[in-house]
């Protein structure tokens, strides 16, 4: 389907953060009848290192010059690139989803152009049948689902005993990244599709740039040694768990859920009222943790991903983004 003419594309600049924060408002709400994603949410990404929105970002403008669509791609490993999108659900099936997706797998192309085996993928909203069937008109496979959970918070929080043995605190000093990296990668070294980051990409990943609030960040100790730790941050007007994780010597002794709960009471200290976090819906074990912790689904999105020795066709989306048409 053409692009109409109702419609053009061009890079976003910061001015239309607040307009595109209401296209992802818009879509969560058709999606599920809750808001999930926000205006910090994408200034977040926009941040991080390597980011350019002038080049890695597009809006969709209406004859008005009003934003009606958005979408971005990233080179997140080194063999994949990952993208997103979202349409105001008014202006979907007019074309302006696959023009945006045009517009990721050209530029994702051009991410890791040395590479001839790239996975290409995309991020949508679950049951969104009209972006998956473009998707897969493209050649992408669905391969794995993903929630975003939430909990409200309702005043101070009591974050409640550590488990024996267990001291549980705020990281002390740029000292303690190398032994939240150790732990952090130790502990998702099973999960599906983990990548292993050197001590210094991680850094540039998750502890840098303008999001990165340490003073959120928890680790979990036992005789002085690292055994758990939690990364975080506020993300527009909620706080983001964004890594949790415990060394697995040192799982079922209640580590996980007690770094949460004094995740919460740091959030609920600094007023916020609301948590979220992105967990792998194959990951019983850990949405498990979320659940009893009190946080409920209020989000379900999909990966779709395309393996591809062509390197003009490698494009993709994040394990944390949703995509429409």
């Known amino acids: 389907?053409?692009?109409?003419?109702?419609?053009?594309?061009?890079?976003?600049?910061?001015?239309?953060?607040?307009?595109?924060?209401?296209?992802?408002?818009?879509?969560?709400?058709?999606?599920?009848?809750?808001?999930?994603?926000?205006?910090?949410?994408?200034?977040?990404?926009?941040?991080?290192?390597?980011?350019?929105?002038?080049?890695?970002?597009?809006?969709?403008?209406?004859?008005?010059?009003?934003?009606?669509?958005?979408?971005?791609?990233?080179?997140?490993?080194?063999?994949?690139?990952?993208?997103?999108?979202?349409?105001?659900?008014?202006?979907?099936?007019?074309?302006?989803?696959?023009?945006?997706?045009?517009?990721?797998?050209?530029?994702?192309?051009?991410?890791?152009?040395?590479?001839?085996?790239?996975?290409?993928?995309?991020?949508?909203?679950?049951?969104?049948?009209?972006?998956?069937?473009?998707?897969?008109?493209?050649?992408?496979?669905?391969?794995?689902?993903?929630?975003?959970?939430?909990?409200?918070?309702?005043?101070?929080?009591?974050?409640?005993?550590?488990?024996?043995?267990?001291?549980?605190?705020?990281?002390?000093?740029?000292?303690?990244?190398?032994?939240?990296?150790?732990v952090l990668e130790t502990a998702f070294a099973d999960h599906w599709d983990h990548e292993p980051r050197t001590y210094e990409r991680w850094v540039d990943d998750e502890a840098s740039g303008p999001d990165f609030d340490p003073g959120l960040w928890l680790a979990a100790r036992e005789d002085g040694v690292v055994v758990g730790a939690l990364t975080a941050s506020v993300m527009g007007d909620h706080g983001w768990v964004g890594l949790l994780g415990v060394a697995a010597p040192y799982r079922g002794r209640g580590i996980a859920p007690a770094l949460l709960r004094r995740s919460f009471a740091g959030f609920a200290a600094r007023g916020l009222d609301r948590v979220v976090l992105a967990v792998d819906a194959g990951n019983a074990s850990a949405a498990a943790v979320y659940e009893r912790a009190g946080m409920s689904v209020v989000k379900r999105w999909d990966l779709w991903e395309r393996r591809s020795s062509d390197r003009r066709s490698a494009s993709v989306a994040s394990p944390r983004r949703v995509g429409q048409d």
């Open 1 to 182: 389907m053409r692009l109409l003419d109702a419609y053009s594309l061009r890079a976003p600049v910061w001015d239309d953060l607040g307009a595109i924060a209401a296209v992802l408002a818009a879509g969560d709400l058709d999606d599920g009848g809750e808001t999930v994603l926000d205006e910090g949410f994408v200034r977040s990404g926009w941040g991080r290192p390597g980011f350019d929105p002038a080049t890695d970002a597009w809006v969709g403008v209406d004859g008005a010059g009003t934003v009606v669509g958005y979408a971005q791609v990233a080179a997140e490993q080194p063999d994949v690139v990952e993208s997103w999108g979202v349409v105001h659900p008014d202006h979907r099936g007019r074309g302006l989803g696959t023009a945006l997706l045009d517009r990721i797998e050209e530029r994702a192309g051009r991410l890791l152009p040395e590479l001839e085996t790239v996975r290409f993928r995309h991020a949508i909203d679950a049951g969104d049948g009209a972006a998956a069937a473009l998707l897969r008109d493209r050649g992408l496979r669905l391969v794995r689902h993903f929630w975003h959970m939430r909990v409200e918070l309702a005043g101070p929080v009591e974050p409640g005993p550590s488990p024996a043995g267990i001291a549980i605190a705020g990281i002390r000093s740029p000292d303690d990244l190398p032994d939240v990296h150790r």
